[in-house]
């Protein structure tokens, strides 16, 4: 028994031989896409939530055409189209331009486009959020010549983030096991290194609990600080029973 959780202990050890490294390293990888891609959606999601109350027709219809086909479409083979169909589209225009070729960089591509797909769900949610607000808060602020950009930071800002917070911690729990897909194109993140740590040890078992260990880990962090942000935005707010 004392051999046997021994050789455990080597094979998670953060030094060669042990993996372990390999697994913090890929864990690291993927909290800083899943961070990237988390960012751009709200980029996003912002400026298509907004657009979509904007009343501008064109750009409502524009905007409904790029959440309802994001949504419909799986994450990997948006990942694979833009990373293979894509690369080659660009270097096939790059030669007719007798430039040299291009090759894209795995996680760019993965912060970039698991970012587009949370920016089609941010819009909804943050959409919904808005909607959540009591008009007369808005007109309210119209009323003391408030502009667009001093509206939405006084007014429309601190009103939806408490509604949104719950959806958006969702996509932020969505991501992180959505980064993941990302091994497709040879980037190596926690699912990823777990795999080829199983492969080279043929110990499957202990390093995919490891890493559905990490993803745990990741999640708990994650409700804690999503807990806190949520506390501070409602303060001052009744709580519920």
């Known amino acids: 028994m004392a051999t046997s959780q021994q050789g455990i202990l080597d094979l998670l050890s953060p030094y ?8 913090l390293t890929g864990a690291a990888s993927t909290v800083a896409i899943s961070a990237g891609a988390f960012l751009i959606g709200l980029l996003l999601g912002t400026g298509g939530a907004l657009g979509k109350l904007s009343g501008i027709r064109p ?34 225009l790059l030669a007719v331009l007798n430039l040299p070729a291009f090759e894209l960089n795995g996680f760019a591509v993965a912060v970039a486009v698991l970012g587009f797909v949370q920016g089609a769900y941010m819009t909804e949610v943050l ?68 795999r080829l740590a199983g492969a080279s040890t043929k110990h499957y078992f202990i390093f ?30 009744p709580k519920l029973a």
Request: net charge positive.
């Open 127 to 194: 959409r919904g959020a808005i909607l959540a607000i009591p008009v007369g808060q808005i007109e309210a602020a119209k009323a003391f010549g408030m502009g667009p950009r001093l509206r939405f930071r006084r007014i429309i800002l601190p009103a939806l983030l408490p509604n949104a917070l719950p959806g958006l911690a969702n996509l932020w729990m969505s991501v992180t096991k959505d980064s993941a897909l990302v091994a497709v194109v040879g980037y190596q993140e926690l699912a990823l290194a777990t």
């Open 59 to 92: 750009l409502r219809l524009l905007l409904e055409l790029y959440t309802t086909a994001v949504r419909a479409v799986p994450e990997l083979i948006l990942i694979v189209g833009l990373y293979y169909a894509g690369m080659d589209g660009l270097n096939r």
């Open 16 to 23: 060669p031989p042990g993996w372990g490294g390999v697994l």
């Open 208 to 237: 995919f609990l490891a890493s559905a260990l990490i993803y745990l880990a990741l999640t708990l962090v994650s409700n804690v600080l999503f807990n806190l942000v949520e506390r501070r935005v409602r303060r001052g707010q």
